[in-house]
């Protein structure tokens, strides 16, 4: 098949969804400081919702705080925290509480990521993502179970495609995804009788993030590349996974839980040249 002729456009979820279906809610997102977190978070905000950002560097999440506040007209604070620490992140639910009283939604998005073969991983390198990615997620949903329970919240966690296919030299990272995943299913079905709901939505290879500088080579676009042509005619863009997001914290998605979500615009694994 050729590469499709067609090009999707990417919609804001702002033009479908009123603007204020999320007043009086509060978002709480780990990664919310840059790329797919950040964008995620400025959606949310557009739709009427406070947020706190949690990261490891409080310069650049002070900074996009007050960019996602100014855009959006609601109110955006930073949280300090590392993900593999609980207890920074118990303190970051703190400063939340304190702030805003509540949390509704959680976005478990900090991640990290590099090119390596399993033949050059260290264990400390292979330990790392796991620590980030899956314990960190962990981490995260232990720390804020109990105001999501009070809230009746929902929790969003991102994945990847990677580890849906044998990607190479992605082993920490499809062995870290893997589990966040599995972890996702099993809060669905033990926080349900709860009020509360666990999805993920995995993104593909997506532009202008930290992740796809360090997964395609330098300066290239996978939109120009006729091996990787898309049946939807291009890679993702971090507006689509922010749309998703609005969805899934909608009351339109109130009986969806426990779901696995590609945001790659194709059948994951597939390729229309062969
Ligand atoms: C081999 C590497 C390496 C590399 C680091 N390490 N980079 N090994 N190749 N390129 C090894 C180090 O040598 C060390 O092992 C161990 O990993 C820990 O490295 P540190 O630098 O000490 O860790 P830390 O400072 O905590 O940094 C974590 C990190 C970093 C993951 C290495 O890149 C990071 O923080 N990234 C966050 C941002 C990020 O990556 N975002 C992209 C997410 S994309 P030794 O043995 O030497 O001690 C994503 C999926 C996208 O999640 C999927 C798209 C389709």
């Known amino acids: 098949m050729a590469p499709s002729p067609y090009v999707a456009p990417v919609a804001s979820s702002t033009a479908v969804f009123r603007d204020d279906i999320f007043k009086g809610k509060v978002l709480f997102c780990t990664g919310g400081g840059s790329g797919i977190g950040k964008g995620m978070t400025e959606t949310v905000m557009r739709h009427g919702a406070s947020a706190v950002i949690i990261g490891r560097n409080l310069e650049r999440l002070t900074a996009a705080s007050q960019e996602l506040s100014q855009k959006t007209g ?12 609980p207890e920074s992140l118990r303190d970051a639910v703190k400063k939340a509480i304190e702030r805003f009283g509540r949390i509704d939604f959680v976005i478990c998005g900090a991640a990290g990521n590099f090119l390596a073969p399993i033949s050059g991983l260290s264990e400390n390198a292979f330990r790392t993502v796991i620590e980030i990615d899956t314990i960190g997620t962990y981490n995260t949903v232990k720390a804020t179970l109990p105001h ?8 969003i966690h991102i994945s990847a495609t990677l580890h849906y296919q044998g990607t190479p030299y992605q082993a920490h990272v499809s062995s870290a995804k893997a589990a966040v995943d599995a972890l996702s299913r099993v809060i ?23 992740g796809l500088s360090k997964l395609y080579p330098k300066g290239k676009n996978p939109n120009d590349d006729e091996k990787m042509a898309r049946p939807l005619g291009r890679y993702t863009e971090i507006q689509d996974v922010a749309n998703a997001t609005v969805f899934l914290f909608s009351d339109a998605a109130l009986y969806i839980t426990g779901q696995i979500i590609p945001i790659d615009g194709s059948v994951v694994g597939s390729s229309l040249v062969p």
């Open 148 to 155: 999501i329970r009070a809230s009746k919240g929902s929790y």
């Open 74 to 85: 609601e109110v955006c604070i930073p949280a300090q925290a590392d993900v593999r620490k």
């Open 188 to 210: 669905a079905m033990e926080e349900g009788p709860h009020g509360v709901r666990s999805n993920v939505l995995a993104p593909g290879y997506t532009m202008g993030t930290e």
